[in-house]
């Protein structure tokens, strides 16, 4: 027993060493990388004129709208990708609108974000010279408003998706805890209870990765994570976010959300159909006590008043859109996605990591686990499917890399955890 436990203790110092080890490499590329980049963007005007809008969309083609459909599409599209919220299924559908359209994505260079957590700048972007003008701009960042603008035409629409503090709270520690050095020292089998029961011992502002264990809503829109609830710069930054943004799509209720999104930008029901991506097997998810769900929310106090606010704002628009007319355009999304998932999808769901037989649909996974779930495609597909059903359930790393993107860092990375913390 012993010398298991000595086989154990040797492989998890081993872990933690090359851990430290190759976070700090990263940090390094990370710096050289983006001093470069900042280096470019001092000495020139960098904001989207308006001389270029027109010939931004000029080769957008335009979709084949019916007859009650008088408005024209939106394409110009600010998309705040929130952690942990369902927002990669937004992305997948921004990606396949983006495709469709001949649009210009604002896209990050070596890897998936935008050098998150450092605040967002222009010249993260790839091959960004100032003055480049973007029609979409939806990949993951610290949110710095004066930034984004700067890249696209002054009709953007500014979109964003947020979820209950707790639960994005439970899925935020479970999936990164492991790169946040701040639990490694947490005790008991279940280290979200532990933490929960004592937060103030486990955490510190100033550590590395803290941002993933409080308020990380307010920390992606480029707020202070560490105010708490009752500050009154909490409502203060909470209405700076109302003026920025046009819609707020809530993702516990994803469906009435997308049919919000679609009215916004004058889309089709088409182009808002989904399946569920980046989604966690049910066995992974902690099971909090209403006790400990209170806790957590006294914790994320900010997010929780962002939430509740935005939550009321979303439901207004519901009512202004129409509650009979809400409830038969769901009606119909669901119907239309269950037609899709039949056409597409191999036993009709999702399946583990292990179980999915081509890498190009395997979603990428947490440090030292395999819990989300992905799905096979149909052998037999339709040949006039086949291609928007591999769009609709490829994740987001390998969009990227189709679309273009270099990912040398996040592969690195990739490699990285899965050599040192797999299986």
């Given at each position: 027993?012993?010398?298991?436990?000595?086989?154990?203790?040797?492989?998890?110092?081993?872990?933690?060493?090359?851990?430290?080890?190759?976070?700090?490499?990263?940090?390094?590329?990370?710096?050289?990388?983006?001093?470069?980049q900042?280096?470019?963007?001092?000495?020139?005007?960098?904001?989207?004129p308006l001389?270029m809008?027109?010939?931004?969309t000029?080769?957008?083609?335009s979709p084949?709208?019916?007859t009650?459909?008088?408005?024209?599409?939106?394409?110009?599209?600010?998309?705040?990708?929130t952690?942990?919220?369902?927002?990669?299924?937004?992305?997948?559908?921004?990606?396949?609108?983006?495709?469709?359209?001949?649009?210009?994505?604002?896209?990050?260079?070596?890897?998936?974000?935008?050098?998150?957590?450092s605040p967002?700048?222009c010249?993260?972007?790839?091959?960004y010279?100032?003055?480049d003008?973007?029609n979409?701009?939806?990949?993951?960042?610290?949110?710095?408003?004066?930034?984004?603008?700067k890249?696209?035409?002054?009709?953007?629409?500014?979109?964003?998706?947020?979820?209950?503090p707790?639960?994005?709270?439970e899925?935020?520690?479970?999936?990164?805890?492991r790169?946040?050095p701040?639990?490694?020292?947490?005790?008991?089998e279940?280290?979200?209870v532990?933490?929960?029961?004592?937060?103030?011992?486990?955490?510190?502002?100033?550590?590395?990765n803290?941002?993933?264990l409080?308020?990380l809503?307010?920390f992606?829109f480029?707020?202070?994570?560490?105010?708490?609830?009752?500050?009154?710069?909490?409502?203060?930054?909470?209405?700076?976010l109302?003026?920025r943004?046009?819609?707020?799509?809530?993702?516990?209720?994803?469906?009435?959300?997308l049919?919000?999104?679609?009215?916004?930008?004058?889309w089709?029901?088409?182009?808002?159909?989904?399946?569920?991506?980046?989604?966690?097997?049910?066995?992974?998810?902690?099971?909090?006590?209403?006790?400990?769900?209170?806790?957590?929310?006294?914790?994320?106090?900010?997010?929780?008043?962002?939430?509740?606010?935005?939550?009321s704002t979303?439901w207004?628009r519901?009512?202004a859109?129409?509650?009979?007319?809400?409830k038969?355009?769901?009606?119909?999304?669901?119907?239309?996605n269950?037609?899709?998932?039949?056409i597409?999808?191999?036993?009709?769901?999702?399946?583990e990591a292990?179980?999915?037989h081509?890498?190009?649909?395997?979603?990428?996974?947490p440090?030292?686990?395999?819990?989300i779930?992905?799905?096979?495609v149909?052998?037999?597909?339709?040949?006039?499917?086949?291609?928007?059903?591999?769009?609709?359930?490829?994740p987001?790393?390998?969009?990227l890399?189709?679309?273009?993107?270099?990912?040398?860092?996040?592969?690195?990375?990739?490699?990285?955890?899965?050599t040192?913390f797999?299986?």
């Open positions: 027993m012993s010398a298991i436990k000595g086989k154990k203790c040797t492989r998890m110092t081993r872990r933690l060493i090359l851990s430290v080890l190759l976070t700090n490499i990263m940090l390094l590329l990370y710096c050289l990388t983006n001093l470069t900042v280096t470019i963007r001092d000495s020139q005007q960098d904001t989207c001389s809008v027109k010939l931004l000029k080769n957008v083609s084949s709208l019916s009650s459909e008088v408005s024209s599409p939106k394409v110009n599209i600010m998309f705040m990708k952690h942990k919220t369902a927002s990669s299924t937004i992305l997948n559908i921004l990606f396949r609108f983006g495709q469709k359209h001949k649009l210009k994505f604002a896209f990050p260079e070596g890897r998936n974000d935008f050098f998150y957590p967002f700048l010249s993260q972007v790839k091959d010279r100032p003055g003008c973007f979409i701009v939806c990949n993951h960042m610290r949110f710095a408003h004066q930034e984004v603008a890249l696209l035409p002054p009709d953007a629409v500014y979109i964003t998706i947020l979820r209950d707790v639960d994005l709270f899925s935020s520690f479970n999936y990164y805890h790169v946040v701040l639990t490694w020292r947490i005790n008991g279940n280290q979200l532990e933490f929960l029961n004592n937060p103030h011992t486990f955490y510190s502002p100033e550590a590395f803290s941002f993933y409080k308020n809503l307010f992606d480029g707020f202070d994570n560490n105010l708490e609830g009752d500050d009154p710069r909490v409502m203060r930054d909470i209405h700076k109302s003026t943004f046009d819609l707020v799509l809530v993702a516990e209720y994803f469906d009435e959300s049919i919000l999104l679609k009215d916004t930008l004058c089709t029901m088409e182009d808002i159909l989904y399946f569920k991506l980046n989604a966690r097997r049910r066995s992974s998810v902690s099971r909090l006590t209403p006790e400990l769900r209170a806790k957590a929310l006294q914790w994320n106090g900010a997010d929780w008043r962002l939430y509740q606010h935005f939550n979303f207004a519901v009512e859109y129409g509650r009979e007319r809400m038969q355009e769901v009606k119909e999304l669901r119907r239309r269950a037609e899709m998932k039949a597409c999808i191999q036993d009709g769901g999702s399946v292990q179980n999915i081509d890498s190009r649909f395997l979603p990428w996974q440090v030292g686990e395999s819990s779930l992905g799905y096979n149909k052998q037999n597909i339709d040949p006039q499917f086949r291609e928007i059903c591999e769009k609709m359930l490829t987001e790393i390998q969009y890399s189709q679309l273009g993107v270099s990912l040398w860092l996040t592969r690195l990375w990739g490699w990285f955890k899965d040192v797999g299986d």
